[in-house]
């Protein structure tokens, strides 16, 4: 059964240091959106593309927070400086579509911990 | 901004019904979804009820919304001990973005 894939599951790093998250969507899906999930909230859309397109980044601390989806495909979200109020599990899903009604599926998460 | 609230913690017998509820603030919300997610892991869809429906079942789980009260609640039926997880409520839009609710832990006793 086809899932999205993210690396890597667990990151530790220090504040002001740079990090990266890698997803791979399921093929064929057009849509890919990060989430942020902070312990006992639920997840926060972080980032939304279409194809290579952002559809939605309203809720992206842009001053430290960049995402990209060069070839459409897979995806890379970058923090750069790490602050410890970005520890939290950072989600990847993906979509047939971008329109209402698509199912989201999700990855298994990357959980960042900011020391 | 959307906001999508639940209960936080919910404690039955295994063998009972669980009855999981959601209240939203957007009425143009189309799609209303039910996931699951079980410790260290993502996200698993359970089901969906769309907008113009008052009722939705899917085997031990029941969907109802009360579009009025804006209420979405989760009945799930003959709970297992493997029902024990966190339930999150979710609204989507027309671009697909959902708004997730703050989680219901649901704990099973034996």
């Known amino acids: 059964e086809a899932e999205v894939a993210q690396s890597p599951r667990y990151k530790i790093t220090e504040k002001s240091q740079a990090v990266a998250f890698w997803c791979d969507p399921i093929?064929?899906?057009?849509?890919l959106y990060w989430y942020r999930q902070i312990l006992g909230q639920g997840p926060e859309l972080l980032v939304q593309f279409q194809d290579e397109s952002v559809v939605d980044d309203s809720q992206l601390p842009k001053d430290r927070f960049s995402a990209e989806r060069l070839k459409g495909v897979d995806s890379t979200l970058k923090i750069q400086p790490a602050e410890l109020g970005d520890s939290a599990m950072y989600l990847c899903?993906?979509?047939?579509?971008?329109?209402?009604?698509?199912?989201?599926?999700f990855g298994p998460g990357t959980r960042l911990t900011v020391l | 901004g959307e906001d999508v609230e639940q209960s936080l913690f919910l404690s039955v017998r295994e063998g009972d019904s669980s009855v999981i509820n959601c209240t939203y603030t957007?009425?143009?919300?189309?799609?209303l979804y039910w996931y699951k997610q079980e410790p260290g892991a993502g996200l698993q869809l359970l089901t969906y009820?769309?907008?113009?429906?008052d009722m939705k079942q899917d085997q031990r789980l029941t969907v109802l919304l009360n579009k009025k009260d804006k209420h979405l609640s989760l009945r799930i039926a003959d709970t297992q001990t493997g029902d024990s997880a966190i339930y999150f409520c979710?609204?989507?839009?027309?671009?697909?973005?959902?708004?997730f609710g703050t989680g219901t832990l649901l704990a099973v006793q034996p």
């Open positions: 957007d009425s143009s919300s189309t799609y």
């Open positions: 009820i769309f907008s113009n429906m």
């Open positions: 899903a993906s979509s047939l579509e971008v329109t209402s009604g698509n199912e989201q599926f």
């Open positions: 093929s064929g899906h057009a849509t």
């Open positions: 979710a609204v989507g839009g027309a671009t697909n973005k959902l708004i």
